[in-house]
């Protein structure tokens, strides 16, 4: 049996979690502690990119690792989540610094990893898109799709995405690319519906220098750019006739020739559409080729729109919360319990977009404490009041409830056990329903012994 280099037993002895990348990024080494640490086995990630792998949340400017090798300095004891081997997001303590030769020359970059108390998040209740944020949902529905996505991930079957503007429809498209195993190849993004057709030929297929006036060069299209990976087709319903008939093709027999070319080109490409129309209804008006309707439609998915999963509001307003603290550098808590019923009974025709740039709003005229009514916008502040009958319409028992204990939490500044007795329950029914409503305690508010703590 081959001995291990003297160096590789030092690292293994180590309680911390060690994991060296090269300059690319990709995973060189993994040491037994942090093996037990992220559930990854040696076998499964050396040579995969650390990104691809583990799906850091990052600190708002990528992983710490890549922006280590990218900036040339180290980082201390900085909190990250992980993807562990069973899909569970870990919380961990990340420290990093570049690898170097004796000569100076960079090599890559090595990170040690402690477990940190950051909460753990399953990753089918919250799957990571790289540079955007989480998908975030509690409600049945999403915990459908949440299902639904691994299961679509592991095949390459060409997908529909159907829903409203804001709903999500290109994260969901990201993260089955990213549980895919093309999740190392290119994800390539296309919006059907901002091109005309000769714009959206030449960005889907590529031309040949020479195809038209000022073709100077060949340009490969987007397609050939995805080869090995996935390519998202968003607003696929708003592509004319002319152009469904190409894509077709494409679609059955992935092939295609570039402007100008008389040489076909084969790639092998996953595609994932997705539309804001009813495309059945375009295929009876005639609108919509049939044939291309099926090809598409193999398999499918139906985002709800947010009025329709009011209970993930919550979660979604302490995500922005927390993104834009992070972005604009403030210390913003939460929002007070007028604006998150407000929010609440809010149709959101824009959907989780809307949601966020109402949040960014509040941003602009909060500085610190809690988002009050003064700092929504003019039509929600215009709205009727948050406690008249007309304002809780719509609202589910679990919305109520919810609102219900947070307004008894804040009259008694945190204390558990003095809101217990204030609703009637006892202090251990609302300790569980605090963990199954997730409703968060901030940091400082006492529980039922008067002492600082959190529901675990």
């Given at each position: 049996m081959h001995e291990p280099p003297f160096h590789a037993l030092i690292l293994d002895s180590l309680s911390d979690g060690v994991i060296a990348v090269d300059e690319q990024g990709r995973i060189t080494f993994l040491n037994r502690a942090a093996e037990r640490l992220t559930g990854w086995s040696r076998e499964d990630v050396l040579g995969r990119t650390y990104d691809?792998?583990?799906?850091?949340?990052?600190?708002?400017?990528?992983?710490?690792?890549?922006?280590?090798?990218?900036?040339?300095?180290?980082?201390?004891?900085?909190?990250?989540?992980?993807?562990?081997?069973?899909?569970?997001?870990?919380?961990?303590?990340?420290?990093?610094?570049?690898?170097?030769?004796?000569?100076?020359?960079?090599?890559?970059?090595?990170?040690?990893?402690r477990a940190s108390s950051k909460a753990e998040r399953p990753l089918a209740s919250s799957l990571v898109?790289?540079?955007?944020?989480?998908?975030?949902?509690r409600s049945p529905a999403m915990e459908q799709l949440f299902q639904l996505v691994p299961q679509f991930a592991e095949s390459s079957s060409t997908i529909l995405i159907e829903g409203a503007s804001g709903t999500g429809k290109e994260l969901f498209a990201r993260a089955i690319h990213d549980l895919s195993p093309r999740r190392d190849r290119t994800f390539i993004a296309v919006n059907c519906g901002a091109l005309p057709d000769t714009l959206l030929e030449s960005e889907l297929f590529g031309y040949k220098a020479?195809?038209?006036?000022?073709?100077?060069?060949?340009?490969?299209?987007?397609?050939?750019?995805?080869?090995?990976?996935?390519?998202?087709?968003?607003?696929?319903?708003d592509i004319s006739p002319a152009m469904q008939i190409k894509l077709l093709r494409v679609l059955q027999e992935r092939v295609f020739e570039?402007?100008?070319?008389?040489?076909?080109?084969?790639?092998?490409?996953?595609?994932?559409?997705?539309?804001?129309?009813?495309?059945?209804?375009?295929?009876?008006k005639g609108e919509f080729r049939e044939d291309l309707y099926y090809r598409i439609n193999i398999v499918r998915m139906q985002l709800p729109p947010l009025c329709a999963r009011r209970e993930d509001v919550p979660l979604l307003v302490e995500h922005f919360v927390e993104k834009f603290n992070r972005l604009q550098g403030k210390q913003v808590a939460d929002v007070s319990d007028d604006v998150l019923a407000i929010l609440m009974a809010y149709d959101f025709p824009g959907n989780i977009r809307e949601l966020e740039n109402i949040l960014e709003y509040a941003f602009v005229l909060c500085r610190e404490g809690r988002i009050e009514l003064e700092h929504l916008p003019p039509s929600l502040r215009d709205c009727p009041s948050p406690s008249s009958p007309d304002r809780r319409q719509g609202l589910t028992l679990r919305d109520l409830e919810t609102l219900h204990i947070r307004d008894a939490l804040r009259r008694c500044r945190g204390n558990?056990?003095?809101?217990?007795?204030?609703?009637?329950?006892?202090?251990?029914t609302l300790f569980r329903k605090l963990k199954t409503l997730r409703i968060r305690v901030a940091d400082g508010d006492s529980g039922a012994n008067g002492r600082s703590r959190k529901p675990r």
């Open positions: 691809a792998v583990l799906e850091p949340d990052g600190d708002g400017d990528g992983c710490l690792l890549t922006k280590t090798l990218r900036t040339g300095q180290g980082m201390a004891n900085r909190t990250s989540c992980v993807r562990g081997g069973g899909g569970r997001r870990l919380g961990v303590r990340v420290s990093t610094e570049l690898v170097r030769r004796p000569d100076g020359r960079v090599v890559g970059a090595a990170a040690t990893l898109n790289r540079g955007v944020g989480y998908i975030i949902g020479g195809a038209f006036t000022d073709a100077r060069q060949d340009k490969p299209g987007r397609f050939a750019l995805a080869d090995g990976g996935t390519i998202f087709l968003d607003e696929i319903g570039p402007l100008g070319s008389i040489q076909s080109v084969r790639v092998d490409v996953r595609v994932i559409a997705a539309t804001n129309q009813d495309l059945g209804e375009l295929v009876r558990r056990a003095a809101a217990a007795r204030e609703l009637g329950i006892d202090p251990s």
